[in-house]
């Protein structure tokens, strides 16, 4: 439920940061600190949803703000906000690792599970639980063993199938039958009896292209790189303008979604969440439309 629920959400996430422009830097740092709450206890089961709304605020925020590395001047401030900024991310992996079953508590809420985050950092296997909470190591593994796949023989060529899935998503499996998602391939294959029980391994994009078009890959996803690259600034531009198109707001939803393809869940599965969350952004857009600003507030 949560696959379908949270396209919705992100969407409507985004409508609310157009509009929150207009206010000075405090009064949306409230709104984002409740945003965060908001999905920390709602969608503690999935840390990367969590991820994703906090890292659509902080590049969001960075966007109108003018924020550039080359302008940057190291002082408390911003040493006391990238203290903080991590505080908060550690703060919500560690409560969503509590909330499940990390550690085996007792646990029946967001607020209870408060509780429970020193006795969780002080248990011998913390540093191990957050390493697998942060997926460092399953990102690794899940890239490298379908390239090896392909490069020893083990498996053929996909040919662009599991790319071709997405175009799919409207077309009922009774008419056609549909490619399978790299997710499902590489998982079925990895751990067979983790995919029958409803598991799925992501596989990152470097990995997904090699599995099916072997060198040819490298071009592919120079490419691919050069596109995201170009409208990244389109996106840039359009932020501190406060564009309010369908079009550049699906852009905005497909870049503060990049992180899905980046983690591995498919290139089939990112444009199906896109695909998802249109209509709702067409209706929340008429809703709650946002202003045309074209001078930069102050904060």
């Known amino acids: 439920m949560a696959a379908y629920i949270f396209p919705i959400q992100l969407g409507f996430t985004m409508l609310l940061l157009l509009n929150l422009k207009y206010l000075t830097l405090k009064p949306r740092f409230v709104v984002y600190g409740f945003l965060l709450l908001l999905f920390a206890i709602g969608s503690y089961d999935s840390k990367r949803q969590i991820f994703f709304i906090l890292i659509t605020l902080i590049f969001y925020e960075a966007c109108i703000n003018g924020f550039s590395f080359k302008h940057i001047k190291i002082n408390f401030k911003i040493v006391f906000l990238t203290v903080l ?44 639980a957050l390493v697998s909470n942060l997926e460092l190591n399953s990102s690794y593994v899940n890239t490298i063993n379908p390239i090896n796949y392909v490069i020893s023989g083990q498996q053929p060529l996909l040919y662009g199938s599991t790319l071709a899935k997405g175009l799919f998503v409207f077309i009922p499996s009774s008419i056609v039958q549909k490619p399978r998602s790299i997710v499902d391939i590489y998982t079925s294959i ?47 531009n359009g932020l501190i303008k406060n564009r309010t198109t369908i079009g550049f707001i699906m852009m905005f939803y497909l870049y503060a979604s990049l992180m899905q393809i980046a983690r591995g869940s498919g290139l089939d599965l990112w444009f199906v969440y896109c695909l998802r969350a249109l209509p709702f952004i067409v209706m929340f857009r008429r809703v709650f439309k946002p202003k045309f600003y074209r001078q930069r507030m102050p904060v």
Do not use: C
Not at 102 to 127: C, L, R, S
Not at 205 to 233: C, D, G, Q, R, T
């Open 190 to 236: 990895y751990s067979p009896n983790f995919r029958m029980h409803g598991g799925s391994l992501p596989v990152t994009i470097p990995a997904e292209l090699f599995w099916n078009f072997h060198v040819f890959s490298f071009p592919i996803l120079a490419f691919m790189y050069l596109i995201f690259n170009k409208y990244y600034l389109v996106l840039v």
């Open 85 to 128: 900024l991590g505080v908060v991310f550690l703060y919500i992996i560690l409560i969503s690792s509590i909330l499940r079953g990390y550690g085996d508590y007792q646990v029946h809420g967001f607020w209870q599970a408060n509780g429970f985050i020193f006795k969780y950092i002080g248990e011998d296997y913390f540093t191990s």
